[in-house]
């Protein structure tokens, strides 16, 4: 028995037509962790539904029958770090890793996901195609634009694809660099048809994503994960899941939720209700009353985020019957001067209200997540995460409480994009480990060399590409990039150019051609704001 046969799928795959597009679609790592992720379940059945695509799944373990000569293959990319697998899947289907190595007798390679979207020039040279944006709609009219060019050469399909709204075709722009070392000069498209800004596709339903298959094998053991809201509203301004994919949308009760989660909950007992504030939700609260009927008594429920101030003691009730025994809260940091900067608006005593109701409604544990290097933040402000820990744990005594802490990492499409990451920050992560150890507070930090690598890949341009395929050969830690930066060095910028300096607001970013979904100068006015915050906070201090 194969893994896939211990699938329960929730939709019934057309079967495809003699003539249909085959077509791989991976996932860059195992079969479970792809399986566990919905963006790849929802896209993959979207592929099964048409009768004129025939798909076939690749893990890095584990493939279905692949197809001798498929026409497409795509990769759903979460992770940043899964390139090494793509680099991996690619050869082992004999692909050249470069689209321009490529020829009519290989496949399209397209790519989408949360990390292709957000910022996919270091991977451009890999990608024929990359899908930016929401899939609702953007899916159909690729593979649609497909049919119309599927007879003709490689050159008049990426032609035409480039042509369709949200489908970006980095071969088809020519970037220019002030000097091998320095800023971008120009990005242009190489013909007059293409676009020279592709706009990220955003879909406007209020129907949101359901899993279309639950499995034991996932990573969250037969999980039916249902998306409750796309988008926050609050917009910190480092957030990467609020700003690429605002506007706030939220699935409706009666028409989409309710009966997505009877018929999930049909299959399996275990339910996840995902989003990036899924207790935003208008109807939220009415949510909870529809899961605490009778007949849903032995479903064990997981919420993916928690607003602070929406922890009550009634979701803290529900939480802790339904076999969940901690809430996570993102609370950033304990000095409220930080929290003004990124625009979180909450205070201290709401921080504390939130500890209070989880332990009456009867969660365990408390786990707080927070970062430290925030553009702004000072040793002080470190300084008050320690005392707001404190004052917690006093506010509940007995309730475990947990600082998971990360590093600020700048993420394109945010106000924020154009700030480096702050070297500070890891001896701040360990005067936190320090402290909040003395005092009971268990501290989980994430690495700090972790938080450059993804800086360095959140604004990395198209000269990474050669930097990543050198990484390749050392190995995935940040000795292995430094050597490879000292390789190469003369030929692109320093480590420290991507990562840690500051970037003028007026030069052209690598995704300047690359519309996500606030124009520029709205993110100029937010970072300026957050500018006032800080020269305000030093005034106050
Ligand atoms: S509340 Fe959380 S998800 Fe929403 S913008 Fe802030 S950090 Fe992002």
Redesign the pocket.
């Known amino acids: 028995m194969t893994p896939f046969d211990r699938e329960r799928l929730l939709f019934t795959p057309q079967s495809p037509d003699s003539n249909a597009i085959p077509l791989i679609f991976a996932f860059p790592n195992e079969y479970t962790i792809g399986i566990t992720s919905l963006g790849y379940q929802i896209v993959w059945s979207k592929f099964a539904l048409r009768s004129d695509v025939q798909v076939s799944r690749l893990f890095t373990d584990i493939q279905d029958n692949l197809p001798r000569n498929p026409e497409l293959l795509g990769f759903s990319v979460s992770w940043e770090l899964d390139y090494i697998n793509i680099f991996n899947l690619l050869e082992s289907l004999d692909i050249p890793l470069h689209s321009k190595d490529r020829n009519d007798n290989h496949p399209l390679v397209f790519g989408g996901g949360t990390v292709l979207t957000a910022n996919p020039e270091p991977f451009a040279d890999f990608f024929d195609v990359i899908l930016l944006g929401d899939g609702e709609n953007l899916l159909d009219n690729f593979i649609d634009a497909y049919q119309d060019v599927r007879n003709g050469d490689r050159a008049t399909k990426l032609r035409h694809l480039a042509t369709i709204p949200g489908i970006y075709i980095p071969s088809l722009y020519q970037v220019t660099y002030e000097n091998p070392q320095g800023a971008i000069a120009a990005i242009a498209p190489i013909y007059p048809e293409i676009p020279s800004v592709v706009e990220k596709q955003t879909y406007r339903g209020n129907t949101l994503s359901t899993s279309t298959v639950v499995t034991e094998l996932a990573a969250w053991e037969n999980i039916y994960m249902v998306e409750v809201v796309r988008s ?1 509203p ?3 301004r480092f ?1 990467l ?2 700003y690429l994919t605002l506007p706030f949308r939220t699935a409706s009760l009666e028409g989409s939720l309710i009966p997505a989660i009877a018929k999930g909950l049909e299959v399996t007992n275990r339910l996840g209700l995902l989003g ?2 899924v207790t935003q939700h208008p109807e939220f609260e009415a949510l909870l009353d529809y899961l605490s009927q009778p007949q849903y008594q032995d479903v064990r429920l997981s919420i993916a ?1 928690v ?1 602070t101030n929406t922890v009550t003691e009634k979701l803290a009730h529900t939480l802790a019957q339904r076999d969940t025994r901690s809430i996570t809260i ?1 609370v950033e940091s304990g000095s409220e001067k930080v929290r003004r900067i990124v625009n ?1 608006k909450l205070e201290n005593d709401e921080i504390i209200q939130a500890a209070i109701n989880a332990k009456a409604g009867g969660l365990k544990a408390l786990k707080l997540y927070g970062m430290v290097g925030i553009p702004g933040e000072t040793i002080e402000d470190v300084e008050q995460t320690v005392t707001m820990i404190e004052d917690v744990k006093k506010a509940a005594p007995g309730l475990r409480v947990t600082l998971g802490c990360s590093t600020f990492v700048p993420k394109s499409h945010t106000p924020f994009q154009w700030l480096g990451v702050n070297p500070d920050a890891k001896k701040r992560l360990k005067f936190l480990e320090k402290q909040l150890r003395q005092r009971g507070c268990d501290f989980r930090p994430e690495s700090y060399n972790w938080s450059v690598i993804q800086a360095l890949i959140s604004r990395g341009d198209r000269r990474l590409s050669r930097l990543l395929e050198q990484t390749r050969e050392y190995g995935d830690s940040v000795g292995s990039y430094k050597r490879a930066f000292k390789q190469l060095r003369g030929e692109i910028p320093s480590l420290d150019y991507y990562v840690h300096q500051d970037w003028q607001t007026d030069q052209i970013l690598p995704w300047s051609h690359l519309q996500g979904a606030l124009p520029e100068k709205t993110l100029v006015k937010h970072l300026n704001e957050a500018r006032d915050c800080m020269v305000k906070g030093e005034k106050v201090n």
């Open positions: 926050c609050e917009m910190c957030c899941a609020s990036a504030s985020s607003r993102a979180k």
